[in-house]
């Protein structure tokens, strides 16, 4: 039941990013860019998810104790950068493009059709 509420939660984010991201507001669609990496950091979170007993850096392979995947870590913090990188970048292009031709909405802006 907790994977397919999980499941769930990826699926709405995921579609409401993808609709905020396809809206002719500029900052609504930047919004919507930032809700998508999280879904798609959720989503590396339920795929990777396993029952380990500890921590990836404790040693108790000896023991035959189950540890967690350090591999989804790596990634998902690898992808949370990304993310971050990427909206900044994203950011500061909806304020160059507000401020060259003081309007958000993609419409409005006639000049970037050469």
């Not at 590396?44 to 350090?70: C, I, K, M």
């Not at 690898?78 to 993310?83: F, H, K, L, Q, Y």
Request: aromatic share 12%.
């Amino acid at each position: 039941m907790i994977e397919f509420m999980f499941a769930l939660a990826i699926g709405m984010l995921f579609g409401i990013g993808v609709f905020q991201l396809l809206r002719r507001d500029l900052i609504k669609a930047a919004i919507g860019f930032a809700i998508l990496f999280s879904a798609i950091n959720l989503f590396f979170v339920a795929v990777g998810a396993f029952e380990g007993e500890y921590a990836p850096y404790v040693s108790n392979v000896e023991a035959g104790r189950q540890t967690s995947d350090p591999l989804i870590q790596a990634l998902i913090l690898t992808a949370i950068v990304v993310s971050f990188g990427s909206f900044s970048l994203v950011l500061g292009l909806v304020n160059i493009i507000s401020l060259r031709y003081g309007t958000v909405d993609s419409n409005a802006v006639n000049n970037l059709k050469h």
